[in-house]
């Protein structure tokens, strides 16, 4: 028997699949050079700021570090330099908002002896299921995941079609067109991210993503 996992980072979306990640770290850079980390069920706190002492306080919690979309122009670990990985447990392969070019550059990775996952990266609800694991079901969510991460017994990644040049899974394209030139009053940028939520979430409600494998392990 096997179950189905959409893994991605703690959000209003993804609440629900925390429990199970409990000793999951995903850790990033952002585009202003500082490390993003979305820490689930850590112990204590993480201080550090710099890639190397992260992953180092992660490790000695007894958490797993992945790197999400290492290769992504804005964001990506990988995207403009070479890291060490000691202490690095796996990474995504693919990513529903990363580009054809990003995902294709992540499986030069394969080779370095890292866990290869899938990440639905989903913002919204209706996000979810554009990228699935799927692994044997040991009895339980945790156990499940535990030897899925730890790189232990056969998986797969599935994943929605790209087509060549695609750009990844975008939100509200015309509103960053003319966000330089319209700015959105401030008391109603909560509303009419409720608005856009419903709207994202109603649109999705009625397609089921095709998926497709993505990477099989070995």
Same mark, same amino acid.
């Given at each position: 028997?096997? &179950?189905? %996992?959409?893994?991605?980072?703690? =959000?209003?979306?993804?609440? $629900?699949?925390?429990?199970? /990640?409990?000793?999951?770290?995903?850790?990033?850079?952002?585009?202003?050079?500082?490390?993003?980390?979305?820490?689930?069920?850590?112990?204590?706190?993480?201080?550090?700021?710099?890639?190397?002492?992260?992953?180092?306080?992660?490790?000695?919690?007894?958490?797993?570090?992945?790197?999400?979309?290492?290769?992504?122009?804005?964001?990506?670990?990988?995207?403009?330099?070479?890291?060490?990985?000691?202490?690095?447990?796996?990474?995504?392969?693919?990513?529903?908002? &990363?580009? %054809?070019?990003?995902?294709?550059? =992540?499986?030069?990775?394969? $080779?370095?002896?890292?866990? /290869?996952?899938?990440?639905?990266?989903?913002?919204?609800?209706?996000?979810?299921?554009?990228?699935?694991?799927?692994?044997?079901?040991?009895?339980?969510?945790?156990?499940?995941?535990?030897?899925?991460?730890?790189?232990?017994?056969?998986?797969?990644?599935?994943?929605?079609?790209?087509?060549?040049?695609?750009?990844?899974?975008?939100?509200?394209?015309?509103?960053?067109?003319?966000?330089?030139?319209?700015?959105?009053?401030?008391?109603?940028?909560?509303?009419?991210?409720? %608005?856009?939520?419903?709207?994202?979430?109603?649109?999705?409600?009625?397609?089921?993503?095709?998926?497709?494998?993505?990477?099989?392990?070995?």
């Amino acid at each position: 028997m096997s &179950c189905a %996992l959409p893994i991605t980072t703690p =959000s209003k979306a993804r609440v $629900s699949f925390r429990k199970a /990640a409990r000793r999951a770290m995903l850790i990033s850079r952002s585009s202003s050079g500082k490390n993003e980390r979305w820490p689930l069920f850590l112990q204590h706190a993480l201080a550090s700021d710099t890639f190397e002492e992260v992953v180092r306080e992660i490790r000695e919690q007894g958490g797993l570090c992945n790197l999400p979309h290492p290769f992504r122009h804005r964001d990506g670990a990988l995207r403009s330099t070479e890291r060490p990985m000691e202490g690095v447990s796996g990474f995504e392969i693919f990513n529903p908002k &990363c580009s %054809l070019d990003e995902n294709q550059r =992540s499986r030069t990775l394969c $080779s370095s002896g890292l866990v /290869a996952v899938g990440g639905s990266d989903a913002h919204y609800e209706g996000d979810l299921g554009e990228c699935v694991n799927v692994v044997p079901y040991t009895g339980d969510v945790r156990g499940s995941l535990d030897q899925f991460l730890h790189g232990r017994g056969p998986y797969q990644v599935l994943g929605i079609h790209q087509k060549n040049g695609g750009k990844g899974r975008q939100y509200a394209p015309l509103y960053y067109r003319v966000k330089p030139y319209v700015r959105i009053p401030r008391p109603l940028v909560p509303a009419a991210g409720k %608005l856009y939520r419903a709207y994202r979430n109603s649109t999705s409600r009625w397609r089921t993503p095709e998926l497709e494998i993505k990477y099989v392990s070995e």
